[in-house]
């Protein structure tokens, strides 16, 4: 793209250093150390780092343009704007010529959930032969089938995403799904996404570190829903707390689908049944009803599995087509796993208070008479912390052992994480306390019996854990077929 295109369709509040100055922009870039020769340098201002510090480097290592806040005592052409949050996210749309508008983009929000139910949309939209791309928290895909793309973010940067989208435009794939975290909204890294759908899983704490607030959090996850226009839709689930002010900042002119076991909703699960081998209910999809079978577990699968029905419903995919479907789906790594059968040991994501309650119901429900339910989780490091003793009361009053160990624990002290979880139980004597996570993984295999369930919480597909200097490869799910099978 040259710089006058550029400058023509952007808003900016001064240019300086621009004489006679058009030169042709070879990529978009916001880390000094990755710009490449021709590149358009923008000065991020993040939480924990200026970028306007790292626009030398970046310029010594070939930046042709920065995209500034303020004027910067460099020999370069510079773009001034109010925000370069909001400048990246237009420029890198400007860049890769609104490939979103060329798409069926699909959003999918909430704090539980996202992972699972953009799998199963892509998996919806290939059953009924369309083929659907998807982005997310494990990584991207073009194909179901196709191997991940590594991802940092659940929702990439702006430039990142934007040049994904054009990937799979390129690749003439007319669909994408796509998880949209809280950070995103915020951050604007999705601005300029024309989205056709957006999807609500649910609201609940998570991110207070970030958002301060939960209404601000709430605030955040709206942005999705109030960009709708006419001919795109919602899917909100009925009986989330914040279901009715999502529904609120959703435009009359854009078609309203809801889903819930609860409450009153456009597709509803009735005569919800567990067992070993997944879940069973009726759903009712406007007065007409399916039987479901599922392979996969738990009230918050059925959740899921809604939410993918109600989407299928939204764009007009054949219903039946798409029970048959979700009927043969497993799940997705790390949700809800079964890597170990005797005794049942599940590997879950759950890193929240409310996902921790689920998957503990969850795993409950297949605790067969007499056995225990054997909890081992932690809590991340530089989050927010005053979800830590919420979720061990919850792992208190749900699992009969409880095992508290470290989870991602960054810069903090792993004890005193710990300590901030056992800040929630009433009889701390009865809690193993182990901070190695190994270690911990150990002590359940000492102390459990083959009818017994273990679930092992936090991490999920993650096979990384953050320390204070460096981060070492660590996969749950690897440590308990070596621990429990010697494998």
Do not use: W
């Not at 042709?24 to 020769?37: D, R």
Request: proline letters at 3%.
């Amino acid at each position: 793209m040259r710089l006058s295109t550029l400058i023509d369709n952007l808003s900016y509040i001064e240019l300086v250093n621009m004489e006679e100055f058009d030169s042709e922009i070879q990529g978009i870039s916001y880390n000094s150390k990755k710009t490449n020769p021709e590149d358009l340098f923008i000065c991020l201002t993040g939480e924990h780092v200026d970028g306007h510090e790292y626009a030398e480097e970046a310029v010594d290592n070939g930046a042709c343009i920065c995209v500034v806040e303020r004027r910067l005592n460099l020999d370069v052409p510079q773009i001034v704007v109010d925000d370069t949050t909001e400048a990246i996210a237009q420029i890198s749309d400007l860049f890769y010529a609104s490939p979103s508008q060329k798409i069926n983009l699909i959003g999918v929000t909430g704090t539980n959930g996202k992972t699972t139910v953009t799998h199963l949309i892509q998996k919806l939209y290939e059953a009924n032969n369309e083929q659907c791309g998807l982005i997310g928290t494990l990584g991207h895909k073009f194909f179901s089938e196709d191997g991940y793309h590594d991802a940092k973010h659940t929702t990439p940067q702006a430039p990142e995403l934007q040049k994904l989208l054009y990937e799979m435009n390129e690749k003439c794939i007319p669909n994408v799904v796509m998880e949209v975290s809280s950070h995103a909204l915020a951050q604007h890294r999705v601005d300029y996404c024309d989205f056709n759908g957006a999807i609500l899983t649910n609201l609940t704490q998570d991110h207070l570190d970030f958002h301060i607030t939960m209404n601000n959090y709430f605030q955040a996850k709206a942005k999705l829903f109030e960009e709708l226009v006419s001919g795109d839709f919602a899917v909100i689930n009925a009986d989330d707390e914040y279901a009715s002010k999502f529904m609120q900042v959703v435009s009359p002119t854009v078609s309203m689908y809801t889903y819930g076991i609860k409450m009153p909703a456009d597709v509803k699960a009735e005569k919800i049944t567990f067992n070993n081998d997944g879940a069973s209910f009726i759903c009712n999809i406007k007065g007409e009803e399916y039987p479901v079978n599922l392979s996969m577990n738990g009230m918050f699968s059925v959740y899921n599995v809604l939410a993918a029905i109600t989407a299928a419903l939204a764009v007009g995919m054949d219903i039946k087509k798409c029970i048959e479907t979700l009927e043969t789906i497993k799940g997705v790594a790390g949700r809800f796993e079964i890597v170990v059968k005797k005794p049942t040991v599940i590997v879950d994501y759950a890193h929240t208070p409310d996902g921790l309650e689920n998957v503990l119901k969850a795993a409950r429900e297949i605790t067969p008479n007499g056995g225990k339910l054997i909890c081992i989780f932690g809590c991340g490091g530089d989050r927010d912390a005053t979800k830590r003793p919420k979720m061990g009361a919850i792992a208190e009053s749900l699992a009969d052992k409880i095992i508290v160990t470290s989870d991602n624990p960054r810069s903090e002290n792993p004890h005193q994480i710990i300590t901030d979880i056992l800040a929630g139980f009433k009889r701390v004597s009865d809690v193993i306390v182990e901070p190695d996570r190994e270690l911990a993984i150990k002590e359940a295999y000492k102390i459990a019996n083959a009818n017994d369930v273990v679930l092992v919480a936090g991490k999920g597909h993650e096979d990384y854990q953050i320390l204070a200097n460096e981060t070492i490869h660590f996969d749950d799910r690897e440590k308990v077929k070596e621990i429990f099978l010697g494998v």
